[in-house]
C-alpha cells in the first residue's frame, strides 16, 4: 500500500507562482525504496478530464512534461523524503484545477487545488 499526500495549493494571482509537495508514505514505501518509483503529476480542470503535466523517471532518470506547462513548471523528487515536488510559475487562469500525484503503477492522492484568478 502506498499513501501520497498532496499540499501547496491554494488561490494565487495570474503570473504568481506556487509550489506543490506530495509525499509518500505506506507499508510499500518500507519495502521498497523511493527511488524505484515513477511518478506523476497529473491535473484535473473543473468539467474536464484527468491530464497528464509531469513524469518524474526513477533512480535518477529524466524528468517529462506536457507541452501546455514546458518552460513555467518544474518538477523534482527528494528521495531521502519519499517527496516530489511541482513548482508552477507565470501561472494563469486555464492552470486552474485539482493537482494530484500518483506513483506508477495505480497509486493517487486526493488532490490539492490550484486557483489561478485575480
Known amino acids: 500500500q502506498v499513501e501520497l499526500v498532496e499540499s501547496g495549493g491554494g488561490l494565487v494571482q495570474p503570473g504568481g507562482s506556487l509550489r506543490l509537495t506530495c509525499t509518500a508514505s505506506?507499508?510499500?514505501?518500507?519495502?521498497?525504496?523511493?527511488?524505484?518509483?515513477?511518478m506523476m503529476w497529473y491535473r484535473q480542470a473543473p468539467g474536464k478530464e484527468r491530464e497528464f503535466v509531469a513524469r518524474?523517471?526513477?533512480?535518477?532518470?529524466?524528468?517529462v512534461y506536457a507541452d501546455s506547462v514546458k518552460g513555467r513548471f518544474t518538477a523534482s523528487r527528494d528521495d531521502a523524503k519519499k517527496s516530489i515536488y511541482l513548482q508552477m510559475n507565470d501561472l494563469q487562469p486555464e492552470a486552474t484545477a485539482v493537482y494530484f500525484c500518483?506513483?506508477?503503477?495505480?497509486?493517487w492522492g486526493k488532490g490539492t487545488l490550484v486557483t489561478v484568478s485575480s
Open positions: 505506506g507499508v510499500n514505501m518500507r519495502r521498497y525504496s523511493f527511488s524505484t518509483y515513477v
Open positions: 518524474l523517471n526513477s533512480d535518477g532518470g529524466s524528468t
Open positions: 500518483n506513483a506508477v503503477p495505480g497509486y
